[in-house]
């Protein structure tokens, strides 16, 4: 197989992620004054419900098909027989999920009134196993990814904006967002056929796969219960209302890890190529060049979004959501966090199959952001859930790259941490003076963001920052 620029692939990866940026900045704000904020938060508990599930049936199957798929991806024969054994766990992972959910609607009485919504949400578990999304990573398809995301997230804004008209319509936007995620998987249980024929196997070789595959699975519990527990937390002890703001924050959050998690997401097949064929030094220097990327933009997009956190909130969902400003501050500190703890699990723990390291630096993340938030929410409700969500970003962070740094050490250059700090330091001072100077609230966000961006990038340049010219080099040569 010929191996794709990976900087193509972080392109289109963030092309996609983008739209999927852009289509929430357009359905949110029109959504979450349609809704209100109470059915906002049945909304969020709901999904952070349906989202124990998905992971139950989703075991660690995702990341471990990309790791050791990437090895395999040259021999058709091969790949799907690796891709059946791995389909044939999944689905049998799937049905097990929805008998434990079927039996927490029926017997949790705190499940009943938001049954319907839950049950709807969940269809997406059941067409995310069928389609297998993973092996379109394994060869790195990001265009047909891309393009298909893009379709399927145009037809649920249409069907949004004609459908979803009132406080009354929850229901339809719980299928119409359904129909944006299943319908993509739906195309590939077709469009996965040109690199691998899946059937459902079941005998002794699935079991070389179940110990690896528990193991991240174990990660992934983890990783959810530190990532979900505030908003379930918070929607058991606060109420719909504080996980409804709390839900303006942490899309914001989201959007901004996924865009910024793009260049990781794509480079987890190519690092676990260069390792399986033993190429230990293009395996370093991929790694340096793309953590020197993430520290070039996630620190600016920290401080930018903590500056014009007023502004977020006001424009996205109005007035009504201003209280989640605060939280949306502290999340923009936990964003470094989070995007550094990523690039350590994925492009240095989990491509060397040091999951145990990771399941246990998720473990300690997962436990203490649960103690804080169940100390903390009934004092500060949805302030509490960022702040310790902030924290266990921080712990993760930490702890991973005490593991990892016996297989990667970051090479970070003088010029670049100051090009960086520099840069971000006068974003800073840009917003708070935009802010001073222009009264209207959009036009001061768009000049903010305008002028932050040409003098961060001039700051680059006049620090020669290596990031930079890895981009400029790249353009040159094609």
């Known amino acids: 197989m010929k ?23 357009i359905t949110f704000p029109y959504i979450s004054r349609v809704l209100g904020v109470e059915n906002i938060g049945i909304y969020n508990f709901s999904t952070s ?14 990341t471990y098909a990309i790791r050791e798929g990437a090895r395999y991806r040259n021999s058709k024969k091969e790949i799907s027989e690796f891709c059946s054994e791995v389909f044939s766990i999944n689905l049998i992972s799937t049905l097990i999920s929805y008998g434990i959910l079927a039996v927490c609607l029926l017997f949790l009485p705190s499940l009943h009134d938001d049954a319907l919504i839950i049950l709807i949400l969940s269809v997406s578990i059941c067409f995310t196993t069928l389609g297998c999304e993973w092996v379109f990573n394994i060869y790195e398809e990001f265009g047909y990814i891309t393009i298909r995301t893009i379709l399927f997230q145009i037809i649920s804004l249409i069907l949004m904006f004609v459908f979803v008209k009132n406080k009354h319509s929850l229901i339809q936007y719980a299928l119409i967002t359904v129909l944006a995620t299943s319908g993509a998987n739906i195309i590939n249980i077709f469009a996965r056929k040109k690199f691998c024929d899946i059937r459902f196997c079941f005998g002794v070789k699935l079991k070389k796969h179940l110990f690896p595959i528990l193991i991240l699975f174990a990660n992934s519990i983890a990783m959810t219960i530190y990532i979900n527990s505030d908003v379930t937390i918070l929607g058991l002890i606060s109420g719909n209302y504080y996980v409804g703001l709390y839900s303006v924050a942490t899309k914001v959050y989201t959007m901004l890890k996924s865009l910024l998690g793009a260049l990781i997401v794509v480079s987890i097949p190519r690092l676990s190529s260069y390792l399986g064929a033993e190429n230990k030094k293009q395996y370093i220097e991929t790694s340096s060049i793309i953590l020197n990327a993430l520290i070039t933009i996630a620190v600016p997009a920290m401080v930018g979004t903590f500056a014009l956190s007023d502004e977020i909130v006001l424009i996205l969902s109005g007035r009504e959501y201003i209280a989640a400003s605060m939280s949306l501050k502290i999340l923009s500190v936990a964003l470094v966090f989070s995007i ?21 630096a998720t473990t300690l993340a997962a436990v203490a952001n649960i103690v804080m938030n169940v100390i903390l929410i009934p004092y500060f409700n949805q302030n509490a859930a960022a702040l310790t969500t902030a924290l266990a970003e921080l712990i993760s962070a930490f702890v991973c790259y005490w593991y990892g740094r016996k297989y990667f050490h970051a090479n970070l250059q003088k010029n670049d941490i100051i090009s960086v700090l520099m840069g971000s330091f006068l974003i800073l001072l840009i917003c708070y003076l935009v802010r001073l100077c222009i009264s209207s609230l959009c036009v001061s966000v768009v000049v903010s963001v305008v002028i932050s961006m040409i003098i961060y990038g001039a700051v680059l340049v006049l620090f020669r920052n290596n990031s930079l010219k890895y981009i400029l080099d790249f353009v040159k040569r094609k």
Do not use: E, H, R
């Open 3 to 25: 191996n794709k620029f990976i900087g193509v692939n972080a392109l289109l990866n963030a092309i996609k992620t983008i739209f999927s940026i852009i289509f929430p900045l």
């Open 340 to 360: 550094f703890s990523w690039f350590y699990t994925s492009c240095v723990l989990v491509v060397n199959k040091q999951d145990k390291s990771v399941l246990k």
């Open 49 to 62: 419900v349906v989202s124990y599930f998905t992971l139950l049936a989703g075991l660690g199957i995702n």
